[in-house]
């Protein structure tokens, strides 16, 4: 498989995106996000909100399949402000290192475990829909599709395959409808293994504080060391540069 498979504990790498408090409640009305923002940041949002599903924080629609657009609002309307300030320090983090939050989740991408011997399976291995419509309609409702010319085929030792998607979910609300099959064994969210530069989010009573850093060290092995610029939004979405400091 081209991705690793999700380890738990890297999860434990990436908590600080988790909120400090729960007060920050609006919608961020009024705070305007430019289409380029939203393209290049849409990712960036979807990976830090399911960040703070995992964490148990409350974020609006954590059960739903389709991530809230509300709450990947606040997280594109920071990151907008931070744009905004247009300072010294956002040329760094947006243009001289092109900040992004670290993909330890891969949202559009599910690993099953399979019955080999299922006949839904070995056609599905084949190219094929698995004959079983409630399973095709729930492939095709999301997107998903395997694709046999450039996954391996499920073996009895190995009895693994990875579907994908052109589109992102919250996997908590997704994985567990692929469990519910005979002939799917077990499920759960593809991922990614190390580390790199990152982009955290927290929340702190009415403000939201984003810090964005670039990793160094041996970085695949988990970096050594980080530099970080950290920013605050306030409820207004007015930005403030807060400090940059070494960790």
């Known amino acids: 498989m ?26 961020v009305a009024g705070c305007p996000i430019d289409t380029a923002i939203s393209n290049a940041y849409l990712h960036d949002a979807q990976e830090i909100v399911y960040r703070n599903i995992l964490a148990g924080a409350k974020v609006q629609g954590s059960n739903q399949v389709q991530f809230n657009q509300q709450e990947l609002n606040k997280v594109l309307s920071a990151i907008q402000s931070v744009y905004a300030l247009n300072s010294p320090q956002t040329d760094t983090v947006f243009n001289v290192y092109k900040i992004h939050a670290f993909k330890l989740y ?8 399979v019955n080999v011997n299922a006949p839904e399976i070995k056609n599905l291995i084949n190219g094929q829909p698995t004959g079983n419509s409630s399973f095709d309609a729930l492939m095709a409702k999301y997107g998903f599709t395997y694709n046999n010319y450039s996954e391996f085929a499920p073996t009895s030792q190995v009895p693994f395959f990875s579907i994908n998607s052109n589109t992102w979910y919250n996997m908590q609300a997704l994985v567990p409808l692929f469990k519910q099959y005979s002939f799917i064994t077990g499920a759960q969210s593809n991922g990614t293994a190390g580390d790199g530069n990152n982009i955290t989010y927290q929340i ?35 930005a403030t540069f807060t400090k940059s400091f070494l960790q």
């Open 2 to 27: 081209k991705n690793c498979l999700f380890i738990a504990l890297l999860a434990v790498l990436f908590c600080t995106s988790c909120k400090k408090s729960d007060s920050f409640n609006n919608d």
């Open 106 to 113: 891969v949202l559009n991408s599910i690993i099953l475990q």
């Open 204 to 238: 702190n009573g009415t403000n939201r504080i984003l810090d964005f850093s670039i990793g160094f060290g041996d970085c695949p092995a988990g970096c050594g060391g980080r530099k970080i610029w950290e920013f605050s939004v306030d409820e207004h979405c007015k």
